[in-house]
């Protein structure tokens, strides 16, 4: 048996979890699905998708995980040989391949934009020109693809050295940094002129404005926000001791990227209504609205330059943690080295990127193909980062609940004698809640 890696700690373990989970899930995703969906009432329904569907999803993958000590598909054949459950293992590869790709064009929009903060593009910005400096900026092919490339660069060299020593470091000093820029950010964006319509938008519920999808969106976004549905926490719980808690170490994840989301909310949303612009733009949101902000800061230009290297980071310790997936997988399951992995997958999720890349329209001789005007962007995140994911964490809690067995799960992540005092709730709801409410969720889209 090839030796697996291990934590180092717990904490770096909570760490490094964390720092998969943080990301641009929640400061790039998380505001501008809010914005797209009406505002409170999907933050809320967020919060209920958090508790019911994410904490009891997120402990069955650990428990998967660190019961097997295996990759997605080989935790699965493990525990159930021979039958067909494995298949989930090798969706949730394709769909790490998939997010990877698209998420590294975003991530390499943060990379483009630290540097253009640094440059003084955004120093004195008139009417619209953050919104037409980010447009020809996406238009840009040769720039977009060469930091989606860098990006993905990045992470594989990272990945290719293995997990103590690639992730845990990076994790410790980051999280406390970015959460205290992001603190700041709060406290300036809540004193501007006009920051209580944002903060109506954002925190009072309008109940009229409630249909399936907004449901479909906040269910994905927990699920997307928690790393979940396709084997991520999974592979991290295989790099876990047995003596670790699970339990805990599930609800920090879970309560430190809750909370980074919503404090990135508590930025946009004031700013953004104090500017009067339109919450439902779409995946440019944070990047319109972030440089205005930066422009109004006495030193803004080095606190933006600064942010948005945190956000790289943040970014880089969730494409290390998507990576990781396929990689683990074909490690264990194919006997290949790790160098050899890391470099493959990278270059497929590359490959896979370059339409994401383009999809800010710049490539004019390309633009008389009828698909080429489809965001692809968008399409992408819909179908891989909601739909794909729903339908693995339907898989999972199917898989621990009627197959693998709760007793089981219970039996792993008490292991130690840790106790679980919530044990027969975490029961109802992976047996009963889970599979249900996400199938409800997915069915209805059909009507
Ligand atoms: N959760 C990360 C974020 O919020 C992104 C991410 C990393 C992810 N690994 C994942 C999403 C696995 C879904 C599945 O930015």
Redesign the pocket.
Known sequence: MASRGKWGSRVGFILAAAG???????????PYITGKNGGALFVLIYFGCVVVLGLPVLLAELAVGRATCKNPVGAFQALRPGAKWHYTGYLGVV??VM?LSF?SVIAGWTVGYCCKTICGHFAAPGRGEVAAVFSAFIASPWLQIALLAFFIFLTVFIVSRGVAAGLESFARVLMPALFLLLLLLMGYSLTLPGAQKGLAFYLMPDFSEINGRVFLEAMGQA???????????LTYGSYLKKKENLVTAAAWVAVL?TSI?VLAGFIIFPALFSMNMAPDQGPGLVFAILPEIFAKIPGGMMFGAFFFLLLAV??LT??I??LE?PVAFLIDERNWPRRRASVLVGGAALAFGIPSALSGGGVKFLSRLPLVHVDFLSLWDKVW?NIS?SVGALLIAIFVAHVWKTSRALEEITAEGVRFRLARLWTIAIKYVCPLLILVVLVSQFF
């Open positions: 998969s989970a943080v990301g641009l899930g929640n400061i790039w995703r998380f769909t790490a997010i998420y699920f997307f926000s928690l790393s979940l549905g396709m084997g991520t926490m990227d989301a943040a970014a969730s494409t943690s998507l997936v980062g994911l």
